[in-house]
């Protein structure tokens, strides 16, 4: 790390911070998050098996067993309730830790970068601070989804990408080959989209410079050589995943549960349930998430003309890194257009590329800036960092166990899983059953299912304005939206 960035990191920390503790500091979380973490919270408690992962009695789309992803997220999840136990935290802590893995592979690739370019070296913090600023990736932090662990291994796979394609040892290959693998094992197909990058590489870093005279040391193994080297190593990639996935279809439980996800959520998942009202609707929603990022640049460029910055020196080779990390960010998002289900969370495994690709426009730029900045000035940047890491933990430490969202349903349930028996299952009428919201909280914290299908269970649980049920008596526990009746 270069002494200079020092503060700028501390701030970079300081902003990861401030906009992660003081949400996973309290209870209440979007409704996958918690459906994962109770799956996750499930398998470690002996409920279910990593390959016949269950969330309730009573499962999801007339299944007992959860077929909704492929079990990698929910297994990794599972060590941290072994460890840390059924508390909230644990999911918390999960969520916290994915977001530090996330951080720490972005400048892991960053520093790939600044091999080969002087004027980027110690601004990986600014790449971190585009990305986490981006309100997406910080809200998937804050919610523990999927593509958390999904994003840790699409990072891995670029970073093991690069250094293969930088020394062109065949380990490295393997290595992106498996992260391939585990990325896809966690999320599905989508985890697969760095396929292409061997490709995209290709077309631009790879290319030849008709500069001969360009100064910058631009040595990659892999710019030397042929096209036919491009497929093969991208036919290896994928050799790697499906054998692996070939051994895995040989084992009867592994194959039941990838075929269930197959079949039954993936192909299914194409075109049921539309989000949007036309395909084309991605195109909008990646304009309208980097529309700041975008002018954040244009802002700098401008300061840059402004002021005489030479932020364009080396630009003949930086662009084709550009265009590189724009191709790859547009393989992770573009292709939702292939169906209606589209939703916002879903590209944000490729988000990271987004932010290296705009940062490595205005990097040198800053870099000049930094280098000309007096001690006073960078002691008010720590300063000011530190400030905002204390803020963090204070804010997170004040609103510690609060409820951040969910406060029509999450109080309820709380006084329900107090009073009913622990795993117990609760007799409702049809309609609380598409409240997922009652479903995922009584399962998480209280092993609770819910049963739509009879009333011959001792409990009861209706919406506040419902009728009660024949042959049960109310229980008052005070609850604000719901009522509880015992037979």
């Known amino acids: 790390m270069e002494q200079s960035s020092r503060p700028f990191y501390l701030l970079t920390w300081g902003v990861i911070l401030i906009l992660l503790l003081p949400i996973l500091a309290q209870d209440g979380m979007f409704l996958d998050g918690v459906l994962y973490s109770s799956v996750g919270k499930n398998l470690a408690n002996g409920y279910g098996t990593f390959w016949a992962p269950r969330f309730s009695e009573y499962g999801i789309a007339n299944s007992p067993i959860f077929h909704e992803h492929p079990p990698l997220n929910f297994g990794i999840q599972a060590i941290f309730y072994k460890i840390l136990g059924n508390g909230f935290l644990t999911e918390r802590i999960y969520s916290l830790l994915t977001a530090i893995l996330n951080a720490g592979l972005i400048h892991l690739i960053w520093k ?24 997406l990736t910080y809200w998937c932090f804050q919610n523990n989804v999927q593509e958390n662990t999904m994003g840790i291994f699409v990072l891995s796979s670029v970073w093991f990408l690069m250094r293969y394609l930088d020394s062109g040892r065949l380990m490295l290959l393997i290595g992106c080959g498996v992260s391939l693998f585990l990325a896809s094992f966690s999320k599905g197909v989508t985890g697969l989209f760095p396929l292409g990058a061997i490709v995209f590489w290709s077309w631009t870093v790879g290319r030849k410079d008709n500069n001969p005279d360009n100064p910058i040391p631009y040595q990659w193994h892999y710019a030397r050589v042929g096209f036919g080297r491009v497929v ?34 993936f192909l299914h998942r194409l075109d049921s349930a539309p989000t949007v009202d036309h395909r084309y609707r991605i195109w909008i929603r990646i304009f309208n998430e980097m529309i700041y990022t975008m002018a954040i640049t244009a802002v700098l460029i401008g300061l840059f003309l402004w002021r005489k910055v030479d932020w364009l020196a080396g630009w003949s080779q930086r662009k084709k890194w550009v265009s590189f990390f724009f191709l790859l960010a547009l393989s992770g998002s573009a292709p939702l257009v292939l169906t209606m289900v589209q939703k916002g969370f879903y590209m944000v495994p490729s988000y ?24 006073t000035g960078k002691a008010i940047v720590t300063t000011f960092s530190s ?16 409820t951040s969202r969910d406060q029509d349903v999450l109080p309820d349930m709380h006084r329900v899983g107090e009073e009913v028996p622990f795993g117990s299952t609760l007799s409702i009428y049809p309609d609380i059953w598409e409240d997922w919201r009652v479903q995922v909280y009584l399962q ?44």
């Open 232 to 265: 093969r190593d991208t036919l290896i990639l994928l050799v790697i995943v499906f054998a692996i996935y070939g051994l895995l279809l040989s084992y009867g439980p592994a194959y039941d549960n990838l075929m269930g996800w197959f079949e039954g959520r």
């Open 352 to 375: 990271p590329f987004y932010a290296i690709a705009f940062a490595l426009i205005t990097a040198p730029g800053l870099q000049v800036w930094i280098k000309k900045m007096s001690k």
């Open 112 to 135: 790939e970068l600044e091999k080969k370019d002087h004027r980027l070296r110690g601004m990986s913090w600014w790449a971190l601070l585009l990305w986490i600023l981006l309100p």
């Open 444 to 487: 998480r914290y209280y092993h609770i299912s819910l049963n739509p299908r009879t009333g011959d269970h001792t409990y009861f649980l209706t919406k506040a304005e419902e009728p009660a049920p024949d042959g049960y008596q109310e229980v008052d526990l005070g609850l604000t939206h719901h009522k509880l009746y015992r037979k």
């Open 387 to 402: 400030v905002v890491i204390i803020a963090a933990i204070g804010v997170a430490a004040f609103l510690f166990h609060g």
